[in-house]
């Protein structure tokens, strides 16, 4: 490609000496030209003189540009030749041009556009893969920080491609071994760094190669020694990716060495760099609430003191950031909101003084002079004044739901040690909720960040207002009320208008999702406040949401909150494997979450003022059944616990108690059967209801007495050659009951037991909450007194997995004996089988599968064995076995 092509209107934007660069690279480019068969233009030339004068050429002519030029056409044309010769340069492999090849295509990659790149990643990859063994340390360090540039701005679309050209030059294998190798060798440390760097953004792209890094112990060890030493930043990036897998963070949380290093490098002694890959690595710990928890037990203190400290890191004396300063802030804070999650890191938190960091955060108030009381107005003028300052906007919607998630999840009795801190945020909170209702189109006409923080206000006041702390709760509500004087009821309208109007919507001309959910949460909001409550109640706020739960239903209508909110957005979750992912307690159905919460709250208060409980009871009359239906088959059928509960909550209010469940529809068709009944409960005036043991067992061992619970002795018979089940065959136990229990009561309870819910009028429940009581089970108490559920807490379902252990196998009638296996140290604890086998229990079996029940119905042969031979390995029976008993039902050939 020479000069003469280009006419004058290319060259423009060039400078002189520039153009002349390029002149001379062209020129050098030229000599090494070569046309293949196809008349396709390539770079080939083995005169190594020829490749110096290239090489040289295109270094000085990357030099000279950058900014603006690096889009002008004549660069952007050029690079295909220039990717072309240093990809020739690299793989003819000559030493003496490696080392300068390497540092020009590091030079190159580090200048293009992100665009530019993507089109070349595939050219480079396996040149610069294939040259990571080179002996010259420079040149591996150069190709390894060019490999990984080009990898980390890849495209989509082009994954798959480059992937399977890493695959054949075995990349992964050899970046380990050279991370492996390197503390034995007298390489720099940015060797390390580099090799670190590219096999996590590897690890990041492509989870097959995972596996390899996680299970290697010697590498793991290596990983945690040189995080001792150097390359600290380095190493925590690449155990954010190892972390990416499930069974990699399984590894990382074993090793308490690992996270002490974690820990240690999130406090202020480190280099921000540093600091803030220690924050990325706890929140890739701390995916899901089961790692989290299980981060927090092993190293609550620290990391919560470490979280306090990224939190404070601006200083006293001045209010600008720098961009290190931000990003640390960023990430401390979205760690922080590991409080969506109840546990001991919120009693920590409290202590360290997170409301008034929180508070800093907002509005520097760290700065600013305040007295330690304020009245209410004082505190409103405080917090306008602090809010209009708009300091460190981009943490407005982290505080907000830190802020909602402490009150969420605070105990009744809780109260701040400062309540001035509190108090003020709360105050700011309200103000940006009222806000938000108030001057929606405005909000969101000129500020579109706005309405995502008034989203996340809003939601916070809702948290507060409904928060089990007596003490948060009512001052939100003291607050909001005063703020919203004297044009709340207007408000209040205008959202009841809106939401009734929402039905009639269609899919083109539906309102912005945002304004939908922040009415809908402010709706709740205000049917939280004494002052409106019976307002709603009276203008059919009840009917409001019934039309929009049922408008939720009927269209199908998802809206997850992380797909809104952009704080909450992390790119983690789009890349783990090996997780076993769990909704959030709301779901996915955030729109349905904040309409059945609602209406629970204002059937619950329509029950305390005068004649609404009729008037309601006449609006739903018409629909009790259908709505019965629907909630249960919420609880069937959802996946977030948060909306089982409040449909289980609703259904309350009709007299269904409980957690209807798939399984427990399954294991209710025992109920009235008595071929496998083992026990009988005679109640004091003679009447007898027959029972599973093993279903009490699990379900409520109360109404068992110690010795029935205890496993008893199994004798065997070790000359027959198996186990004899002795105990467990025609085992039958009578149990006698006090005769303060009532009959209707017990056969209620046993619907539950067995069902998991059952159906009950005020006098029966009455009844049964002192049954309940005494039976410890906690969750029924909880709905026949019509507690509001707590945030977080999952959702009862019958799992009797349990029962497959010691706790049901004197219970057991069936043994499942799985195919002739060689199992190292088998024994049972129950019988003498020589052979791997399970203690079963047929009334599960039977309600589980068709084929089993119809085997034990049929008065065949094999209907009376006391042994099943199952013609699958030990391991896939223990999988099924699993399936049968648990409440969680997945298709046998998933596993």
């Not at 000559?94 to 300068?100: H, P, T």
């Not at 940006?432 to 909000?443: C, G, L, N, P, S």
């Not at 409550?533 to 739960?549: E, I, N, Y």
């Not at 599968?849 to 085997?855: F, G, K, M």
Request: proline fraction near 3%; include cysteine.
């Amino acid at each position: 490609m020479g000069p003469s092509k280009h006419g004058t209107d290319n060259n423009r934007g060039l400078t002189g000496h520039a153009y002349t660069l390029y002149q001379r690279f062209n020129h050098a480019l030229s000599l090494g030209n070569r046309f293949c068969g196809d008349k396709a233009k390539k770079w080939q030339c083995m005169d190594i003189e020829i490749q110096r004068h290239v090489v040289h050429s295109i270094a000085a002519f990357l030099d000279y540009i950058s900014g603006d030029t690096l889009h002008h056409p004549l660069v952007k044309a050029s690079v295909s030749d220039i990717v072309g010769a240093l990809v020739w340069i690299l793989q003819s492999n000559k030493g003496a041009m490696l080392s300068m090849a390497a540092d020009v295509t590091l030079k190159l990659v580090s200048i293009l556009p992100k665009s530019v790149l993507q089109l070349y990643a595939l050219d480079l990859v396996n040149p610069l893969s294939s040259l990571l063994s080179s002996h010259q340390t420079e040149v591996a360090i150069s190709c390894a920080a060019a490999l990984n540039l080009s990898l980390s701005n890849l495209s989509t679309k082009s994954g798959k491609e480059v992937w399977d050209v890493l695959k054949k030059t075995e990349i992964v294998s050899q970046v380990i071994t050279n991370l492996r190798c390197f503390p034995g060798c007298a390489k720099q440390v940015e060797y390390f760094q580099e090799m670190a760097l590219l096999l996590s953004t590897i690890l990041w792209w492509w989870s097959p190669s995972r596996f390899s890094v996680w299970s290697d112990a010697e590498l793991m060890k290596g990983l945690n020694d040189m995080l001792d030493n150097y390359g600290k930043a380095a190493v925590l990036k690449l155990y954010s990716s190892i972390a990416l897998c499930g069974h990699g963070t399984k590894k990382l949380l074993e090793s308490g060495e690992v996270l002490e290093q974690m820990v240690q490098c999130m406090n202020n002694s480190h280099p921000h760099p540093v600091r803030i890959e220690g924050f990325k690595l706890a929140q890739c710990l701390a995916i899901n609430e089961n790692t989290c928890l299980q981060m927090m037990r092993l190293c609550c203190k620290p990391i919560i003191k470490a979280i306090i400290s990224g939190m404070s890191e601006l200083s006293s004396n001045s209010r600008k950031v720098s961009n290190e300063q931000m990003s640390l802030l960023e990430e401390a804070c979205r760690l922080a909101l590991i409080t969506r999650w109840t546990g001991e890191h919120h009693i920590h938190l409290w202590k360290q003084g997170i409301d008034k960091i929180l508070l800093d955060l907002l509005f520097n108030f760290r700065n600013q002079q305040y007295k330690h009381s304020m009245s209410l107005d004082e505190q409103i003028a405080t917090a306008k004044e602090g809010l209009n300052a708009n300091y460190l906007l981009v943490l407005r919607s982290y505080i907000w739901d830190i802020l909602g998630w402490l009150a969420i999840h605070c105990g009744e009795d809780f109260h701040p040690e400062s309540e001035l801190y509190i108090n003020i945020l709360i105050t700011c909170a309200c103000l940006t909720f009222v806000d938000a209702i108030r001057k929606w189109h405005k909000i969101y006409e000129k500020d579109n960040a706005g309405v995502f923080r008034s989203e996340s206000a809003t939601r916070a006041v809702f948290m507060m207002i409904y928060s089990p702390c007596k003490y948060i709760a009512s001052r939100t509500r003291t607050i909001l009320s005063e703020i919203l004087e004297p044009d709340g009821l207007e408000y209040l309208k205008t959202l009841v208008h809106f939401l009734n109007n929402l039905s009639s919507w269609t899919e083109f001309g539906m309102p912005d999702r945002l304004q939908i959910i922040i009415y809908l949460m402010g709706f709740a909001c205000y049917s939280g406040l004494p002052q409106y409550q019976t307002w709603v109640v009276k203008r059919r706020g009840v009917k409001t949401l019934l039309a929009l739960m049922r408008w939720c239903l009927s269209n199908d209508f998802h809206i997850e909150r992380s797909s809104f909110a952009p704080h909450l957005h992390n790119a983690v979750c789009e890349r783990i494997c090996c997780w076993v992912s769990a909704e959030d307690w709301e779901g996915k159905d955030i729109l349905l979450f904040f309409s059945l919460w609602g209406l629970a709250e204002l059937i619950q208060h329509s029950l305390c003022i005068g004649n609404n409980q009729d008037r309601i009871s006449c609006e739903m009359r018409h629909i009790e059944a259908q709505l019965v239906s629907e909630l249960q088959d919420i609880c069937t059928n959802s996946c977030a616990p948060g909306l089982q509960w409040y449909a289980a909550f609703i259904l309350s209010y009709f007299g269904y108690y409980g957690f209807p469940g798939k399984h427990a529809k399954r294991i209710g068709k025992a109920l009235n059967e008595k071929d496998d009944a083992d026990i009988q409960l005679i109640l004091a005036n003679g009447e007898c209801l027959s029972v599973h043991g093993v279903v009490l067992a699990i379900q409520c061992p109360s109404l068992l007495p110690p010795e029935v619970l205890l496993p008893g002795e199994v004798t065997s018979d070790d000359s027959s050659g198996g186990g004899s089940m002795e105990t467990c065959r025609g085992f039958q136990k009578d149990i006698r009951l006090s005769a303060h229990v009532d009959h209707q009561a017990l056969v209620m309870l046993l619907d539950y037991i067995y069902l998991g819910y059952l159906q009950a009028g005020d006098e029966l429940a009455k009844k049964l909450r002192t049954l309940a009581k005494r039976c410890n089970l906690q969750s029924l108490l909880q709905m026949l007194c019509r507690k509001r559920p707590k945030w977080g807490t999952a959702f009862p379902s019958i799992d009797l997995n349990v029962a497959l252990g010691p706790s049901g196998h004197c219970f057991s009638d069936v043994i499942l004996e799985a195919k002739a296996t060689e199992l190292l140290g088998w024994t049972c604890g129950v019988c003498s089988l020589p052979r791997p086998h399970m203690h079963a229990h047929k009334v599960v079996l039977s309600s589980s599968c068709d084929y089993l029940r119809a085997l034990f119905k049929s008065g065949m042969q094999e209907s009376h064995l006391e042994t099943i031979k199952v013609s699958i390995s030990w391991e896939a029976m223990v999988k099924l076995g699993n399936c049968f008993y648990s409440a969680i039902r997945r298709a046998f050939w998933a596993f």
